[in-house]
């Protein structure tokens, strides 16, 4: 009979965040390097490690109406000899948190490298507009990730703003897989 892995999780999280909240920012910056090691408790085949390295940045343009807001995501993982990740814990790209004209998890492998470009604009205080690019891509081996063969989306949206953040989030997104794709979904892309 399968057994199913259970994991140890323990890990490693620096951060330098400047934005005013983590919510919702028209400027400032989030760097963050996150090490976590899975290790399997019942069994020695599904143990792994992974590291996220993330930049956001926040360009603030004419008292903050518009803002340029740009994000950069890299996840890698090392496994020992004869050990791998199970797929349902690999990093993904696709979907409202990367690569928005695919999927929810679209593709998935051991490294990935996203990255998404805003344009923003603030009509009214409870509301933003904005037009959107995505790419990213999923590898088996690190060093295939590079700018060859990307995933690449690109849109327009809107957002209502609430007090803590970004209340709810509506898009309408472009892939080579999707004319349209219309995620609707809470908080925000980053």
Same mark, same amino acid.
Not at 21 to 43: A, C, I
Not at 131 to 136: C, K, S, W
């Given at each position: 009979?399968?057994?199913?892995?259970?994991?140890?999780?323990?890990?490693?999280?620096?951060?330098?965040?400047?934005?005013?909240?983590?919510?919702?920012?028209?400027?400032?910056?989030?760097?963050?390097?996150?090490? /976590?090691?899975?290790?399997?408790?019942?069994?020695?085949?599904?143990?792994?490690?992974?590291?996220? =390295?993330?930049?956001?940045?926040?360009?603030?343009?004419?008292?903050?109406?518009?803002?340029?807001?740009?994000?950069?995501?890299?996840? /890698?993982?090392?496994?020992?000899?004869?050990?791998?990740?199970?797929?349902?814990?690999?990093?993904?790209?696709?979907?409202?948190?990367?690569?928005?004209?695919?999927?929810?998890?679209?593709? #998935?492998?051991?490294?990935?490298?996203?990255?998404? =470009?805003?344009?923003?604009?603030?009509?009214? #205080?409870?509301?933003?507009?904005?037009?959107?690019?995505?790419?990213?891509?999923?590898?088996?081996?690190?060093?295939?990730?590079?700018?060859?063969?990307?995933?690449?989306?690109?849109?327009?949206?809107?957002?209502?703003?609430?007090?803590?953040?970004?209340?709810?989030?509506?898009?309408?997104?472009?892939?080579?897989?999707?004319?349209?794709?219309?995620?609707?979904?809470?908080?925000?892309?980053?």
């Amino acid at each position: 009979s399968n057994i199913e892995p259970i994991y140890r999780r323990s890990g490693l999280n620096v951060q330098f965040d400047s934005r005013p909240s983590p919510g919702y920012s028209r400027r400032g910056g989030l760097y963050r390097v996150e090490w /976590t090691d899975f290790s399997q408790s019942n069994g020695a085949t599904h143990g792994f490690r992974r590291v996220d =390295a993330e930049v956001q940045q926040f360009v603030p343009l004419m008292r903050e109406n518009w803002v340029l807001a740009f994000r950069a995501l890299a996840s /890698t993982t090392d496994t020992n000899r004869g050990q791998d990740v199970p797929y349902f814990l690999m990093p993904s790209i696709g979907g409202g948190a990367s690569v928005r004209g695919y999927p929810d998890f679209r593709f #998935r492998d051991r490294n990935r490298m996203v990255m998404n =470009a805003e344009l923003r604009w603030t009509p009214a #205080r409870f509301m933003d507009m904005l037009l959107f690019y995505d790419t990213g891509k999923v590898e088996a081996r690190r060093q295939d990730l590079d700018f060859d063969n990307l995933k690449e989306s690109y849109g327009i949206g809107m957002r209502l703003i609430a007090q803590r953040g970004y209340a709810v989030r509506m898009e309408a997104a472009h892939s080579r897989e999707h004319k349209v794709r219309l995620p609707l979904s809470a908080g925000g892309a980053f």
